[in-house]
C-alpha cells in the first residue's frame, strides 16, 4: 500500500501530520463534543487536552491543499487515536473532577474481539461534508483492516447521529446490537448506542496478501 490516494484534489494517507494536532482535536471535538462534553468539557480544556493526547499512527486523515479537513481514528493492539492516561485525566482536570471524569470516559471504552479492527470515530470538517470524503477515508479503514489480518470492523454510533449511521450502512456496515441509556440522556445527550459491524470479504482480505 503506498502512504496516501488522492481522489481529485483531496488526498487521503495514513498517519496524522505533524503540526495538525490541533486542527484534528478540534475536527474530533466538532464531531463528538456532544457526546464527550460530560467527560472532557468545556471545549477550551478538552481541545487541548485531546490535541496532547492523540496517537499519531492511529489515524487516517483526508487532506486538500494540505490542509486537515477529515480523519478516521481506529483501535489496534490495544493503542488508539486519542490516548491518556487516568493520571493524564487527574492532572488535567484535578483529582475530585477528574474522577468522576474517569468514569464517564469508561463508558465509552470499548475492547475489540480477536479478528475486529475497532474505530475511534469519524470526523469530516462541516465544510467538506457530503463530498465524499467519509467514504474516502471508510475505504481505507477496510484496506488497513485487511493489512492486519483482521476479518471484521466495528463501530459504534448513538441516536442524535443518524447522518453517520446512513453513511456507516451504505458502506456495508449493519447493526448488531443496541443499547438503550434513557437515564443518560439529559446528561450524555443521546439515549442510546448501536454497535455495527461490517465484515471484511475473502477478495478484500486477498487483495492485500
Not at 486537515?68 to 493524564?88: C, E, H, K, M, P
Request: net charge positive; aromatic share 6%; with cysteine.
Amino acid at each position: 500500500m503506498s502512504d496516501s490516494i488522492t481522489s481529485e484534489t483531496v488526498t487521503v494517507r495514513r498517519g496524522l501530520p505533524s503540526g495538525s494536532e490541533e486542527r484534528a482535536a478540534r475536527l474530533y471535538w466538532e464531531a463528538f463534543g456532544r457526546k464527550l462534553a460530560p467527560a472532557l468539557g468545556p471545549p477550551e480544556k478538552a481541545v487541548p487536552f485531546i490535541a496532547v493526547h492523540l496517537q499519531h499512527d492511529r489515524a487516517i486523515c483526508a487532506l486538500r491543499g494540505g490542509r486537515l479537513i477529515g480523519v478516521a481514528g481506529y483501535q489496534l493492539a490495544g493503542r488508539t487515536l486519542v490516548g491518556g492516561t487516568a493520571g493524564d485525566v487527574l492532572r488535567a482536570y484535578g483529582k475530585i473532577a477528574g474522577l468522576w471524569r474517569l468514569a464517564l470516559l469508561a463508558l465509552f471504552t470499548r475492547t475489540p474481539a480477536p479478528g475486529q479492527l475497532v474505530m475511534d470515530g469519524l470526523a469530516v470538517s462541516a465544510e467538506a461534508r457530503g463530498k465524499g470524503v467519509g467514504s474516502l477515508l471508510l475505504k481505507e479503514v477496510v484496506v488497513l483492516a485487511a493489512e492486519h489480518g483482521c476479518r471484521e470492523i466495528r463501530l459504534d454510533v448513538i441516536d442524535v447521529n443518524p447522518r453517520a449511521r446512513a453513511l456507516y450502512e451504505r458502506h456495508g456496515y449493519r447493526p448488531v446490537r443496541t443499547e438503550h441509556t434513557p437515564y443518560l440522556r439529559d446528561l450524555l445527550g443521546f439515549g442510546s448506542v448501536t454497535t455495527m459491524r461490517r465484515a471484511l470479504a475473502a477478495s478484500e482480505r486477498a487483495a492485500t496478501s
